[in-house]
């Protein structure tokens, strides 16, 4: 019998997940039909619940965000906040304070926080990071010796975020120096810039065919850990996008100009670069010299 696998989760004291949720309102297939944001947290929620009954070691944390903010939906910012014992019905506390605390937040979030706002791109760079600062701060908590397996699950409908590329790709070299596995969960449409970051962070990336077969991709691909992935027969991987998003129009480019300073990247020629402001200097074709006759 192969013990590979439990000497490797002997030396882990739990597992940390972080998932980071688009709930912009303006997503086409938000639009198109009301109940897909209801079914999808239906489904995460039994993916959280089933991700801390694995380990009483283990821990969550759920981030949404939309155009112009992000907040945590679980752990609440009160501490003293409980779930209402009298609806348990036999339910296991801490799964009931999970669920109760994502529904009564994201109705929060959604009713309060974004109404009257125009929908344009979500912040999913800014819920990153703050998924990385958290992912860091409970790191410190543990003491020396203790390792935790920290990971963050991205879960979007959207498939453009070309405008954030510079945050998106300072947060996933942070994420692969700190050893973070990002994962990516696409509902609608594919993203290049997200799958760059599941290939730096070894993570999965993956566009479902079905949108009902949700639930099941995620128990499938997302609940085992990292480490016991190579013994799962996954989808086979895509083939990533590597192509830069340019600093002038934000659009994805296989050819351009770099500044020799700041290396940003224009998809047109400029003799003065618009973020560091360097004068390049050309030489000009060298004068030929007049013949004496």
Known sequence: MDLSVEEDTSTQSGSLLVIVLDSSPGQRI?????????????????FCNLHLM?????????????????DF?????????????????????????????????IKNFILNKSQ?????????????????????????????????????LIITPCNDYKSQYMNFMNVFFTAQKQNVVIDACMLDGDSGLVQQGCDLTHGIYLKIPHLSGFLQYLLWLY??????????????????DFR??????????EIGYVCSVCLSIFCNFSPICSTCQTVFKFLGPPAKKKKNK
């Open 30 to 46: 938000l639009s198109e039909n009301e109940n897909v944001l209801s079914q999808c947290l239906d489904a995460v929620m039994v």
């Open 54 to 70: 694995k380990s009483p070691q283990n821990q969550l944390a759920v981030i949404a965000c939309y155009s112009q903010n992000s």
């Open 73 to 105: 939906l679980y752990p609440t910012s009160n501490p003293d906040q409980k779930h209402d014992s009298k609806t348990n019905d036999g339910r296991y506390e801490l799964f009931a304070n999970v669920n109760q605390a994502i529904r009564d937040n």
């Open 116 to 152: 009257g706002v125009v929908c344009s791109e979500s912040l999913m760079a800014g819920a990153l990071c703050k998924a990385l600062c958290y992912i860091n701060r409970i790191e410190k908590q543990h003491q020396i010796g203790q390792n935790i397996s920290s990971r963050i």
């Open 223 to 240: 609940l085992p850990e990292p480490h016991l992935r190579k013994y799962l027969a996954l989808p086979p991987p895509v083939k990533v």
């Open 244 to 253: 830069a998003a340019c600093f002038c129009h934000r659009d994805l480019i």
